[in-house]
C-alpha cells in the first residue's frame, strides 16, 4: 500500500513538473536568445514550439510580439507584454495576465525586424483559422491566400472540418486545393487537385496553374534524357539569331562578341601618336573604320579577336534552345497545362458573353435616350438639338425628388411618372412656343433647338450647380449578378434592361392598340388624308412631342441611375440618339431598337479592340455609320408612307 502511494505520489509531481514547465515563460526562457535577437532563420524553432505547446496564452503574445509590445525585464530576463496607459507604463504577466509596476530604465524593448513579424504572423494565421471570431478566420484565410506558404497547408486542412460557416468552408477547401496543387506530398494528390481546379476561372487559380507550369530557357548540344521538356525553340521564329547567340554567350558555351563601346574604349587605350593599330585617328569616322583598326589591334594581340559572324551563326546551328519545365514530372505538367487550356477556353467564352451583355446593356440605354426622340422626329420630322436636356430635366426632377423623399425605392416610384409629367409639360410648351411656328423650315427648327438646349443648360447650371448631383438607386440595386469570375452585370443595367423592354411593349401598344396610336401613324405615313378623315395633324404634332419630351424625361431617371447627373448629361446623349434613330429607320420602333441594337454593339467591339483610346472608338463608330447611311439611306428598317415620298 506503501509502494502505490509512492508511486501515486511521484506520478502526481511529475505531472505538476510536466505542466509547469508548460509555461509561456518557461518556453520564452528556453529560447531567449533567438526571443531577443530575433532572424527570419533562428525565428522558426520559437515558433514551432510555441504552436506545438498549444497554450492559450500564445496568441495574445505572438500579437504582441508582432506588435513590438513585448519587453525584457533586465534584473531577471523575463518577458512582458508592456501596456501603456497615457504617461503611466505597466507590465503584464504573459502567463497570469497580472499587472505590474513598470520601473522608467528597468526593461528593454524588442524590436523585431519586417521579416520576423510576416513569420510571426504566418504563425498566428494557424490559431486564427479556427478562432471563434468569423472576421480572424476570414482575415486568416486571406493572409494564406496572399502567401501560399507549404507551412500553412495542414493547419488549413485541419480547420477546413470544424468551419462552420458555409462561404468560408467552400473558400478554404478550394485554397487547400491551391495549395496541394502546388505543394502536395505525391504526383497523385497535385493531379487530383489540378483536376479539381480545371472548373475554376478565378486569376489565383490560373496564377497557380502557371506557377507549375513555369519554365526556364536551356540551351545544350542536344536535349539531354529525363528532361521535362516544355518547347523547343526554333532560331528566327521564336527567338533572334542574336537572341540565341547571347543565350550561348550566358551559358559560357560561346565567347562573348565585341561591343561597339568595348572596341572605342580599346582603340583610345591603344593610341600612339596620331594612328592606333597602324590607322590615322583622323580616318576612324565610322563603326567599320574602327572595327578594321580593332582588327588589327587584334592581329597583333592586344587586344581580343572579334567573333566572326560566320562563327557565331555556326555557333547557334550547333546547338539546341528549349524551354525545360520547374516541375520534373510530366504527369503533373501534362494535367496543368490541360486544366489551363480548359479553363483558356472558358475565359474566352465567359468573355465573349460579358462583352455581349455589356453591348446589350449599352444599346438599351440609348434605346431609352433615343425612344422619345424616334417619335418626334419621326412623324414630325423635327430636329430636336434639345431632346439631350429633356433626358437632363428627367434626372433632375428624380434628384429633388429623392430629397423629399429619403426611401429610394419610393422616390423612383414617384419620380419615373413626376419626370414625364414635367418633360411632357416642357415639350408640349416649347412645341407650341417655337416648333409650331417652324415647320417645314428644318434649319430654322435646328438653330432654334440647340439654343434652347443651351438655355436649359444654363438654367440647370444656375439652380443645381455645376457639380454633379446624385440619384441614388435603391439597396437592391446594389451590386452585380456575378455568374462566374468573368460574367458580371450590375442590377442597375439589368433594371435599365428591363426597363428598355417594358417601354417598348408600353409603346408598340400605345401605337397599335390605341386610338392616339392609330391618329400617330396616320399623321406619319400621310398627314394631309389624316387630315381629309378628320385627325387633327396640329393637336397630334402637339402631343407626339410631348409624348416624345416625356419618354426621355424617364429615360433621364434611368440614366441617372447609371450615369453623372449634370448639366452636360445630355450633350453626351444626343449624337448617340440621333444616330441611332437615322441608322435604325426614321420614326419606327422596331427601327429604334434596331439601331440601338447595332450601335451599342458595334461600339463595344471597338472598345474592344482598342481598348485604351475610347475617343478613337467613337470616331470609329461615327465613320462606320456614316458609310451605312451611305448604302441605306433610310436606315435599317424603313418606314412606310411618307418617308418612301420623301
Known amino acids: 500500500m506503501l509502494r502505490l502511494l509512492s508511486l501515486a505520489v511521484s506520478f502526481w509531481l511529475f505531472l505538476c513538473t510536466a505542466l509547469q514547465a508548460q509555461s509561456l515563460q518557461d518556453i520564452l526562457q528556453t529560447h531567449a536568445d533567438e526571443v531577443q535577437k530575433p532572424s527570419r532563420n533562428s525565428v522558426g524553432v520559437v515558433l514551432d514550439d510555441l504552436v506545438a505547446s498549444g497554450l492559450p496564452q500564445v496568441v495574445p503574445f505572438l500579437e504582441g510580439w508582432r506588435d513590438r509590445e513585448i519587453v525584457q525585464r533586465s534584473p531577471d530576463g523575463q518577458f512582458f507584454r508592456l501596456i501603456e496607459e497615457g504617461d503611466v507604463a505597466r507590465l503584464e504577466d504573459l502567463d497570469s495576465g497580472e499587472m505590474i509596476e513598470a520601473d522608467a530604465g528597468a526593461f528593454k524593448d524588442l524590436r523585431p525586424n519586417g521579416g520576423v513579424r510576416r513569420a510571426i504572423g504566418n504563425a498566428l494565421v494557424q490559431f486564427q483559422l479556427s478562432d471563434p471570431d468569423i472576421a480572424k478566420r476570414r482575415a486568416a484565410v486571406d493572409a494564406i491566400a496572399r502567401s501560399m506558404d507549404v507551412s500553412q497547408l495542414g493547419p488549413l486542412q485541419a480547420s477546413v472540418e470544424g468551419e462552420t460557416d458555409a462561404e468560408l468552408l467552400k473558400k478554404?477547401?478550394?485554397?487547400?486545393?491551391?495549395l496541394v496543387a502546388t505543394f502536395g506530398e505525391t504526383p497523385e494528390a497535385r493531379i487530383e487537385a489540378i483536376d479539381a481546379l480545371s472548373g475554376d476561372l478565378s486569376v489565383d487559380v490560373r496564377a497557380v496553374l502557371?506557377?507549375?507550369l513555369a519554365t526556364t530557357t536551356k540551351v545544350g548540344v542536344a536535349i539531354p534524357e529525363g528532361v521535362n521538356l516544355a518547347e523547343t525553340l526554333e532560331v528566327g521564329a521564336d527567338l533572334s539569331a542574336d537572341e540565341a547567340y547571347a543565350r550561348l554567350v550566358e551559358a559560357e558555351l560561346a565567347p562573348a562578341p565585341v561591343t561597339p563601346a568595348q572596341i572605342r574604349a580599346a582603340l583610345v587605350a591603344n593610341i600612339e601618336g596620331d594612328t592606333v593599330?597602324?590607322?590615322?585617328?583622323?580616318?576612324?569616322?565610322?563603326?567599320?573604320?574602327?572595327?578594321?583598326?580593332?582588327d588589327r589591334l587584334a592581329a597583333t594581340g592586344s587586344?581580343?579577336?572579334?567573333?566572326?559572324?560566320?562563327?557565331?551563326a555556326e555557333a547557334v546551328a550547333d546547338h539546341v534552345f528549349y524551354l525545360e519545365y520547374a516541375e520534373p514530372d510530366p504527369a503533373i505538367t501534362d494535367a496543368a497545362r490541360e486544366a489551363l487550356n480548359d479553363i483558356e477556353s472558358r475565359v474566352a467564352l465567359s468573355q465573349t458573353v460579358d462583352l455581349g451583355l455589356d453591348a446589350l446593356s449599352l444599346a438599351s440605354i440609348y434605346f431609352l435616350a433615343a425612344?422619345?426622340?424616334a417619335i418626334t422626329f419621326g412623324v414630325m420630322g423635327v430636329i430636336n438639338m434639345a431632346h439631350g436636356e429633356f433626358i437632363m430635366m428627367g434626372a433632375y426632377t428624380g434628384f429633388v425628388v429623392q430629397q423629399f423623399v429619403p426611401d429610394y425605392t419610393l422616390s423612383i416610384i414617384i419620380a419615373l411618372p413626376l419626370a414625364f409629367?414635367?418633360?411632357f409639360g416642357a415639350g408640349v410648351a416649347m412645341e407650341r412656343l417655337v416648333i409650331r411656328h417652324l415647320y417645314h423650315r428644318p434649319l430654322e427648327t435646328l438653330l432654334a433647338t440647340f439654343g434652347i438646349s443651351i438655355a436649359l443648360q444654363q438654367l440647370a447650371k444656375n439652380i443645381f450647380g455645376t457639380q454633379a448631383r446624385p440619384l441614388t438607386s435603391p439597396e437592391w440595386l446594389d451590386g452585380a449578378l456575378v455568374f462566374n469570375d468573368v460574367i458580371a452585370i450590375s442590377y442597375i443595367r439589368i433594371a435599365i434592361f428591363v426597363l428598355a423592354v417594358l417601354f417598348l411593349i408600353l409603346i408598340l401598344f400605345v401605337l397599335k392598340r390605341t386610338r392616339l396610336g392609330l391618329e400617330v401613324r396616320a399623321v406619319t405615313q400621310n398627314p394631309g388624308m389624316a387630315a381629309s378623315m378628320?385627325?387633327?395633324?396640329?393637336?397630334?404634332?402637339?402631343?407626339?412631342?410631348?409624348?416624345g419630351s416625356g419618354i426621355a424625361g424617364i429615360a433621364g431617371v434611368a440614366i441617372g441611375l447609371y450615369a453623372k447627373v449634370t448639366s452636360e448629361m445630355g450633350a453626351d446623349y444626343i449624337v448617340q440618339s440621333f444616330m441611332t434613330v437615322v441608322v435604325g429607320g426614321v420614326g419606327?420602333?422596331?427601327g429604334t431598337l434596331a439601331g440601338a441594337s447595332l450601335i451599342g454593339f458595334l461600339q463595344k467591339g471597338i472598345e474592344w479592340l482598342n481598348p485604351s483610346n475610347t475617343l478613337a472608338a467613337q470616331t470609329y463608330m461615327i465613320l462606320f455609320i456614316i458609310l451605312f447611311i451611305q448604302f441605306r439611306p433610310k436606315g435599317i428598317v424603313a418606314l412606310k408612307g411618307r418617308a418612301a415620298a420623301d
Not at 593599330?277 to 580593332?294: H, K
Open 277 to 294: 593599330g597602324g590607322v590615322a585617328v583622323s580616318a576612324l569616322g565610322s563603326d567599320v573604320a574602327r572595327a578594321q583598326a580593332y
Open 172 to 178: 478554404k477547401q478550394r485554397l487547400a486545393g491551391m
Open 371 to 373: 425612344i422619345g426622340l
Open 588 to 590: 419606327n420602333v422596331w
Open 534 to 547: 378628320g385627325i387633327n395633324p396640329d393637336r397630334i404634332n402637339m402631343l407626339t412631342f410631348g409624348l
Open 303 to 312: 587586344v581580343a579577336a572579334r567573333v566572326p559572324d560566320a562563327n557565331k
Open 421 to 423: 409629367a414635367v418633360t
Open 210 to 212: 502557371n506557377t507549375v
